[in-house]
């Protein structure tokens, strides 16, 4: 198969407008509510139904177009990089450019815009060969594993990439948002193509834990570039799709039916802002009813963290909460306490004791975002790891105030009132991310905490007996510290001072 001009799943009409043949055939963009245009690889287009020959299922823009209330240009292309997309749609070739977004975009009739792009620049076509160390054993930090310079080049790229595209999208159909999104946390397969074989080649058995963690840290640098891109842009939103294909993997880069379903949902829920008459999927669509509605909950929830009196309330239930666990408040009851809070600030989250699965509740079932550590504020959760088996998140905590890059004020099961803790650690575990509501935009990006190196300061108290004390005697007049002022100098700076003060009161 090869691209032209009429992609082979929609017919042309118009201006080359793009519409399905089965659903859509002899109708005009008018008669639909909402217009939407799609570039992308081949999670937006997998050219079905020709792809089902060689076993692949619908591609989530194949759910989309089955909501008669959309629109839909798709002008996405399996295994296209980034710089292809860009290529099409900045080409001086009018037969190529035809094949991207500038001709849709600037017909000025579409309200949404979807960019899936930039996973074959870091997981498709074997890219991960590039940055991928060789393997080393009892490695456990992913990022150990990759060669950060390389990384940091290529999310530079996605990002120069996408910038331009959204100041284009913006020029040309001021009215049309973009939607992205950073794919999913992808399961690499012994004998996998995408994944499983560059890891083998590089010596790793794609069956351990280390390539989950590889292929999961690069998918979350994916969001945190377009989260850092969304929030200069009012237009742009990002769809966390994160959890979507839990379980539900066509391959390795690829959702099934189901997860494809989802993330349809996802999309639709986001871009119309309101849920679609109860289908099959409707507890999903409550589901994102809620999540919407989580950031409307978080300044209370800062303000339960913040009073020592309402830190007992939430205390006295995550007590009863231990119950027949085995422990006794407040031994290992993080989880507990951050469910009471949760629950407490309106909400709904499941009552749990275990810090991992409270963490992946948050993220999968609330769609949370995740936030690199250095960009916390109150409200968010942190999350911390400790290496030691077995692995998993061993304290979750609540964000009530933010002094710098790495000292907070936070609320949890360790003190019965608001008090400090370090994102770095400092005798406590490092936290590895933090989690926030969607939707909340009390800061700015660009507005950067400031980054304090406590590092040269003892964090213990220390032991001072066994110290000598300087020798009794005159300062030495000779130090080379600061410079030692006379009496005369005193004399001389007492007298310009009582100048200065008589020329202004004459003033």
Not at 33 to 46: H, V
Request: hydrophobic content about 35%; some cysteine.
């Amino acid at each position: 198969m090869t691209k032209t001009d009429v992609s082979l799943v929609y017919e042309v009409h118009g201006y080359h407008g793009q519409v399905s043949p089965f659903l859509r055939a002899g109708q005009g963009a008018e008669v639909y509510q909402f217009k939407l245009a799609i570039e992308g690889d081949s999670w937006a287009n997998i050219l079905w139904p020709w792809s089902r020959l060689f076993g692949y299922n619908q591609a989530f823009s194949n759910y989309i177009d089955k909501d008669v209330r959309f629109y839909i240009n798709n002008v996405g292309w399996p295994g296209d990089t980034f710089e292809n997309i860009i290529a099409k749609t900045f080409s001086s070739d009018p037969g190529q450019r035809d094949k991207g977004l500038r001709v849709p975009i600037q017909s000025g009739i579409f309200d949404f815009l979807i960019l899936s792009g930039g996973g074959n620049d870091f997981l498709g076509g074997g890219e991960l060969t590039k940055f991928l160390k060789p393997f080393v054993n009892d490695v456990s930090d992913p990022w150990d594993c990759l060669d950060n310079g390389k990384v940091d080049r290529i999310f530079s790229r996605i990002r120069t990439g996408y910038l331009r595209l959204i100041e284009a999208v913006n020029l040309w159909s001021p009215k049309t948002h973009i939607f992205v999104h950073g794919y999913d946390h992808a399961i690499p397969r012994a004998g996998g193509h995408w994944l499983g074989t560059p890891f083998s080649l590089r010596g790793y058995d794609p069956r351990l834990r280390i390539c989950v963690d590889i292929v999961r840290a690069l998918v979350d640098r994916m969001y945190e570039t377009l989260y850092e891109i969304a929030a200069d842009n009012g237009r742009v939103h990002v769809v966390n799709l994160r959890g979507c294909c839990n379980n539900n993997w066509h391959d390795e880069l690829h959702p099934n039916a189901s997860a494809a379903r989802l993330v349809a949902q996802q999309f639709i829920v986001s871009m119309t802002g309101a849920p679609r008459a109860a289908t099959s999927t409707e507890s999903w669509f409550n589901l994102e009813g809620r999540q919407r509605m989580d950031a409307d909950h978080i300044e209370r929830l800062v303000e339960l963290g913040s009073s020592r009196r309402s830190i007992a309330d939430v205390h006295r239930r995550a007590a009863e909460y231990m119950h027949g666990t085995g422990s006794v408040f407040p031994r290992n009851a993080c989880a507990a306490t951050l469910s009471a809070f949760l629950q407490m600030a309106g909400i709904p989250v499941r009552t749990m004791t275990g810090a991992g699965r409270l963490a992946e509740q948050i993220e999968r079932d609330r769609n949370w975002d995740r936030i690199p550590v250095g960009r916390q504020r109150p409200g968010d959760v942190g999350v911390t790891y400790d290496t030691m088996a077995p692995p998993g998140a061993d304290h979750v905590y609540l964000v009530v105030g933010v002094q710098d890059a790495d000292l907070m004020t936070i609320a949890d099961n360790q003190a019965p009132r608001p008090h400090e803790r370090y994102a770095s650690g400092r005798g406590r575990t490092r936290t590895s991310y933090f989690l926030r509501a969607p939707g909340m935009r009390f800061f700015r990006d660009s507005d950067e905490l400031e980054v304090v190196d406590y590092s040269a300061f003892p964090f213990e108290d220390e032991d001072t007996n066994r110290l000598s004390d300087p020798a009794d005697g005159p300062l030495d007049r000779n130090w080379q510290g600061s410079p030692v002022i006379d009496d005369s100098a005193i004399e001389k700076i007492a007298q310009r001072v009582a100048e200065i003060m008589r020329e202004r009161t004459r003033k």
